[in-house]
């Protein structure tokens, strides 16, 4: 399945023309990607710096581009996701990164029980007043499908089973992203989209090197899933 999401993913991006590509996580799935896209300039950034934007913005000069504040708005607007949700939404993002045994097991263990995942929704959409968005990962979730939206009077819909870009646009209309840190972060980034990121501690500035040009940019150490839904819901 993870074979065929990337193969959708670069023939959805092959559709598009580049005139320079940067390759700047060193992770070899990018460099095959970039690789089948079209581009004049394909440009790999080798990490010389504590800041991957700092690289990047020394790469802009190497090609002859100067960095300007607006170039941060990196994402255009797609048509391709028909959108049926209102604007007023908030977004929550539960890919594995949430489900322990499916991430990193050196991490702390987020992963909520049916109970607190459900009083955690609940919080949200009683204290924002706006519907709940949940989208997942390639992999849903299983505890999702013990989560019924007819328990929250259609103020909660959950997606799965879209790609990337239907993602980016849904990440686009919302009023706030909460998600564990990935490439969804970077599209709320360049989207200047309010989101509330959740990080290993141990892992800070390694996460630091990817978010020094973050906008509307708040972060949350991961803990255990009662006191980390406290603290979400405190930020709203």
């Known amino acids: 399945m993870v074979f065929f ?41 080798k990490n010389k710096s504590n800041s991957y934007f700092s690289d990047i913005k020394e790469i802009l000069k190497l090609i002859n ?17 028909n959108k049926t949700i209102d604007n007023s939404y908030i977004l929550f993002h539960f890919d594995e990164k949430w489900i322990h045994k499916e991430y990193i097991n050196s991490y702390v263990n987020i992963e909520p029980i049916n109970d607190d995942l459900e009083s ?15 989208t997942t990962g390639v992999k849903k979730p299983k505890i999702l499908n ?21 993602i980016e646009n849904i990440v686009d209309s919302c009023e706030l992203l909460i998600s564990c840190h990935g490439a ?37 150490y991961r803990k255990n899933f009662k006191n980390l839904s406290r603290d979400i819901i405190n930020m709203l």
């Open 5 to 45: 999401e990337k193969i959708k993913l670069i023939k959805n991006l092959h559709n598009e023309k580049y005139r320079a590509i940067i390759v700047h996580d060193q992770k070899q799935r990018s460099k095959i990607i970039s690789f089948f896209l079209n581009s004049k300039i394909k440009v790999l950034v």
């Open 65 to 81: 581009l100067n960095f300007i504040e607006s170039d941060l708005n990196t994402l255009k607007s797609r048509d391709k996701y």
């Open 120 to 134: 955690f929704i609940n919080s949200i959409i009683n204290k924002s007043g706006k519907k709940l968005v949940i």
């Open 146 to 166: 013990k989560i019924s939206s007819d328990k929250f009077n259609s103020k909660l819909i959950i997606l799965s089973n879209i790609d990337f870009i239907e």
């Open 184 to 220: 969804i972060s970077h599209v709320a980034a360049a989207k200047n989209i309010r989101q509330i990121d959740i990080i290993e501690k141990d892992k800070l500035n390694f996460y630091k090197r990817w978010t020094e040009h973050f906008r509307n940019y708040n972060f949350i």
